[in-house]
């Protein structure tokens, strides 16, 4: 599961007039069973299983994998952390179950098409469309591993604790010094002498070291070969058989990756997405929604932020983040509007361009199509500078449209809000 402590590596903030407001990285995260799969091709050590999406391919998964099985472990699948405490609108009480083989189906019968809130889904939850269905494993000493991007020696981190299973913020705010961190030298890539430190920081019970650190160094090297921005195993177990295993796998991508991890990028799942992001992200816009009234279409992410933070100052909230770029067609323009209006939340939208690769009168054509296109029921507060700016104004001015214009940025931010007084 995702942490706290490693959301400060893994995610950043817009400080939005003094309020923090989270933002989400553009990176690919899979489901469990799919880091799992993809471990264990690496080398890794993980428990037998397999995903179901019905109740047949479960009990066929059942009877074909484990007919030995008396007792086996069903994991609701869903992109988010906390699906062990989780709680299921149809009232049904955690995402992760150990049971009897003959309870599987009716476990999963309670899982699969049901939407699972947690502590990371918010209120609203997530539907579970899959399901994990793993060997029950001895456990005999339950571990904490990660591997991070670390800005501050500009490589991998490895992050270990000889405590896991629970929360990393709790382990790192009662026992501080069970925290390991062991930077890698991008450039020399994993040496024993990291992967010892990394081993004795994790202080196994019963594994053997040798054994130990070449998982260590089988798990660095899939967060290498996958271009990986964070890998995070927690519990990194010992079982009675004394063997280290990956008894759960969370692992995220880089996107600008994509070009050439194509099959790893194949397991994206929209359904666990925000559907106005992967709209976005089908149109080459760089979207992020949040909970504001405002809708914001600004061409740079500078601009952007700095819009967010002054619709704050005069008293508004940004809805999204979403920045058309510096080449942005007609077309995109189109799509964004599109998406900014499929919001119920968004009371008004400010549109904030500074001409200089984007032209001026390929947003207002954008604009004028759009409103041909969707039915704009919202105010629309447009501040237009720059290249082609003369020609733009006449494109609008000479639609029809209804829009209140703005001559520089703080005036603009100033109208949004009014608008939605």
């Not at 799992?36 to 109740?55: C, D, F, Q, T, Y």
């Not at 019968?109 to 609203?124: A, E, F, S």
Request: charged share 25%; glycine share 10%; proline share 3%.
């Amino acid at each position: 599961m995702v942490r706290g402590l490693l959301n400060k590596l893994a995610s950043k903030s817009l400080s939005v007039a003094g309020k923090w407001q989270q933002q989400q990285l553009r990176r690919l995260n899979i489901h469990e069973y799919q880091g799992a799969e993809l471990m264990g091709k690496h080398g890794v050590n993980v428990p037998r299983g397999a995903a179901a999406s019905s109740i047949e391919e479960v009990k066929k998964i059942v009877k074909d994998m484990f007919p030995n099985e008396s007792e086996l472990v069903v994991k609701s699948q869903i992109l988010a952390g906390g699906r062990g405490l989780g709680t299921f609108k149809n009232g049904f009480q955690g995402g992760v179950h150990i049971v009897k083989a003959d309870k599987v189906e009716e476990t999963a019968g309670k899982m699969l098409g049901q939407t699972l809130v947690t502590k990371q889904t918010g209120p609203q939850g997530k539907v579970v469309n899959k399901i994990y269905l793993c060997e029950k494993v001895s456990l005999v000493n339950e571990m904490y591993f990660a591997i991070m991007l670390d800005r501050t020696t500009a490589g991998p981190l490895i992050i270990a604790c000889q405590k896991g299973g629970t929360s990393i913020e709790d382990l790192a705010e009662k026992f501080p010094d069970m925290i390991i961190k062991v930077p890698i030298d991008v450039f020399k890539g994993i040496t024993d002498e990291d992967a010892a430190k990394v081993v004795d920081g994790l202080a196994p019970k019963v594994s053997d070291k040798k054994e130990s650190m070449e998982q260590v160094k089988k798990l660095y090297q899939l967060f290498c070969d996958s271009d990986c921005t964070m890998l995070e195993i927690n519990p990194l177990a010992e079982t009675s058989e004394n063997k280290l295993v990956a008894a759960d796998a969370k692992l995220n991508f880089d996107d600008n990756a994509y070009f050439r991890q194509k099959e790893i990028f194949a397991l994206r799942d929209p359904s666990q997405e925000d559907p106005r992001e992967v709209a976005a992200a089908k149109a080459d816009l760089n979207y992020i929604g949040l909970d504001g009234q405002i809708g914001c279409m600004v061409n740079g992410a500078g601009l952007a932020m700095a819009t967010m933070d002054i619709i704050k100052l005069h008293g508004g909230t940004p809805a999204n983040f979403l920045d058309v770029g510096g080449n942005a067609s007609e077309g995109q323009v189109v799509e964004a509007f599109k998406i900014l209006t499929a919001d119920d939340k968004v009371k008004a939208i400010l549109v904030n361009i500074f001409g200089g690769i984007m032209k001026c009168d390929v947003i207002a054509s954008g604009i004028v199509n759009a409103a041909k296109q969707v039915a704009l029921k919202v105010p629309v507060i447009v501040r237009l500078e720059g290249t082609n700016v003369d020609q733009g104004k006449r494109i609008l001015k000479e639609s029809g449209m209804t829009l209140i214009t703005a001559e520089d940025l703080d005036d603009a931010a100033e109208k949004a809000v009014k608008a939605i007084c």
